[in-house]
């Protein structure tokens, strides 16, 4: 479902390119038509050649401005009518920065038809394009493709016509998989089972423990989580609000990086993982030779971790203790053995309390093993997490199965979003930081992120472990 949305998020800007184009083109036919010359003949000089680039040029300017307006934010339930003013606003802008240059650099320009007809046609064809796209959409939704599925937790009325109302008009895309009078520990057994896309919470009268529950099993299980307006005394700094079936619903966002924001952050790893890689090439051979030489293979460590939604992955990273005591089954029973090793010098000495641990002085670390965690070099190879997509270059810290089987249910909202090479937590302490700093920091991170803010934590990144701040 979610590859669903977001595949028609990423297809409506080629979309929209194309119709920008196709506007540009007409006007120009339609001012050289015969038609069109017998009225007013063509007294400039704009050849087809000259034409034809500059109209791509401007397109993709518009795109840019339509981007700016939020027309390529992934919102189902957003109204025609709603997209529809924001088109006529972005082409009128684009229209306005055309006049306004032209006008400024007092362009040689005698035809205000290709202009105006541009803009007119601009914003027929678009709207089309759109409409042919919601239509497109509602008909794969209504034989059942990408449908959003949804519990609906209340005993009231409203939770029975929001049912009915979604049920006879199945090209809105979602399915209701099941009724709940109330939030209570058999109702989480059976979403469970039902493993819904989002929970609607529709009961006005249910007391407000109940609604933090259904809130933090929302969050332990990455579902969207969305309440009636008659709940509306919950205030949340990171909420939209848009209607469903007629009722107003709110809809608390777990995280800030949707629709596009998920596109760019991905080409961002993509790029940005694939030249950082290349660069440390000649990284990699010298401490695959100097681990070799120390102890031999192998030369990689898979670290079991858990990334976003709960999923589990091998973090890959340079192996920087002794054979015998790498745990996890890469290492077979020897990786047992080394378990059982590590949970004694964890009880002995760990410097953190929570979930996670640090052992001090920690005696299974080779000599150049501990060069290499210093600065951080061991975790190198996770440019390839980043390629393969477990990972981003910037995220929430991921953590081992079992220290995250140990989380409160409200810490597990860091999973909403892929765990990073680095962080805010990261930056701003590293291993120093306590395990409820570091959650709140990524909390921090998923709730106001933005593309700046990513940049300017990588940026800080090779300064931090410069300084060597707080290693692990």
């Known amino acids: 479902m979610k590859r669903f949305e977001l595949f028609f998020t990423f297809l409506q800007l080629p979309l929209d390119y194309a119709a920008l184009v196709l506007a540009g083109f007409t006007a120009y036919t339609l001012r050289f038509s015969d038609f069109a010359i017998s009225i007013r003949p063509v007294i400039f000089n704009l050849s087809w050649e000259k034409y034809w680039p500059l109209v791509l040029a401007v397109s993709a300017l518009w795109v840019m401005i339509f981007a700016i307006s939020g027309l390529y934010s ?26 306004i240059y032209v006008f400024f650099t007092l362009q040689k320009f005698d035809s205000r038809f290709l202009v105006l007809a541009g803009w007119i046609l601009a914003m027929i064809f678009v709207v089309f394009a759109r409409m042919l796209m919601r239509a497109f959409k509602a008909g794969l939704h209504y034989g059942g493709f990408g449908l959003r599925l949804v519990g609906i937790i209340g005993a009231e009325e409203i939770a029975e016509t929001i049912a009915s109302e979604l049920d006879g008009r199945r090209y809105l895309g979602y399915k209701v998989v099941g009724i709940f009078p109330h939030f209570n520990q058999e109702t989480s057994k059976r979403l469970l089972t039902l493993n819904p896309d989002e929970i609607l919470f529709t009961d006005p009268k249910a007391h407000e423990a109940d609604t933090l529950k259904a809130i933090d099993f929302a969050n332990e299980h990455h579902l969207t989580f969305k309440y009636s307006a008659d709940l509306f005394s919950t205030i949340s700094t990171n909420m939209t609000v848009s209607t469903l079936a007629g009722v107003p619903i709110i809809e608390l966002k777990r995280a800030r990086i949707t629709s596009w924001g998920r596109i760019i952050k991905r080409l961002i790893d993509i790029v940005g993982g694939l030249t950082l890689l290349l660069i440390c090439v000649p990284i990699y051979l010298i401490i695959t030779l100097i681990i070799l030489i120390e102890t031999g293979r192998p030369i990689i460590y898979k670290n079991e971790r858990v990334g976003q939604e709960g999923k589990k992955f091998n973090a890959y990273k340079f192996r920087s203790l002794y054979q015998k005591f790498c745990t996890g089954r890469q290492f077979g029973e020897d990786g047992q053995m080394a378990l059982q090793k590590e949970q004694e010098l964890i009880s002995a000495q760990s410097i953190k309390s929570g979930p996670v641990y640090k052992i001090q002085d920690d005696p299974r670390v080779t000599p150049f093993g501990r060069f290499i965690r210093r600065f951080s070099l061991d975790e190198i190879p996770q440019f390839l997490n980043v390629l393969l997509g477990n990972m981003s270059l910037v995220g929430p810290r991921p953590h081992q199965p079992r220290e995250v089987a140990k989380y409160e249910k409200q810490q597990k909202i860091v999973m909403a979003v892929k765990p990073g090479m680095s962080g805010l937590a990261q930056v701003s302490g590293r291993s120093n930081l306590s395990f409820e700093d570091e959650i709140k920091l990524d909390t921090f991170y998923l709730e106001n992120w933005t593309i700046l803010m990513d940049v300017i934590i990588i940026l800080k990144t090779p300064f931090v472990v410069i300084r060597r701040k707080g290693a692990w």
Do not use: H, M, Q, V
């Open 74 to 99: 992934a919102d189902p339930n957003r109204k025609f009518a709603a997209e529809f003013s924001k088109i006529i606003l972005a082409c009128s802008t684009g229209f306005s920065a055309i006049t």
